[in-house]
């Protein structure tokens, strides 16, 4: 019992979030995704091609978009968040961000020192 206290303060010690956002083209995504972690806010950005169906301006839209899932801490969410606003060609960006509660504790580690603000080469 002691053993996965210990594990599950470990876990809770480093709090990671998954930030989101959605773009409209796969080059705005890499550029995004490039420049967060070469600036060491993000350890690892993911990007997936989806279907978006929304209301826009009182019409019904059906858009093919790029969500990019970003790999962070915390402690650097209002850093993402400026940076996605910087570099986003959106009026509105979807910008949100899903706290993680459990992580395997190595990886949790990775990702608080690949996302430490530290920039990297591009």
Not at 14 to 39: K, M, Y
Not at 93 to 106: D, K, S, Y
């Amino acid at each position: 019992m002691k053993r996965e206290a210990d594990a599950e303060r470990r876990e809770r010690t480093v709090n990671l979030l998954a930030v989101f956002t959605t773009v409209g083209s796969r080059e705005q995504a890499q550029r995004i995704a490039d420049a967060l972690v070469s600036r060491g806010l993000v350890a690892c950005a993911q990007i997936s091609e989806i279907e978006s169906v929304y209301v826009w301006q009182g019409a019904l839209q059906r858009e093919p978009e790029f969500r990019l899932l970003l790999k962070t801490t915390a402690a650097q969410y209002a850093a993402v968040q400026s940076a996605i606003r910087e570099l986003h060609a959106y009026e509105l960006p979807a910008i949100f961000a899903v706290e993680v509660t459990h992580a395997f504790e190595p990886y949790a580690a990775w990702v608080a020192a690949g996302s430490n603000g530290t920039k990297r080469a591009p």
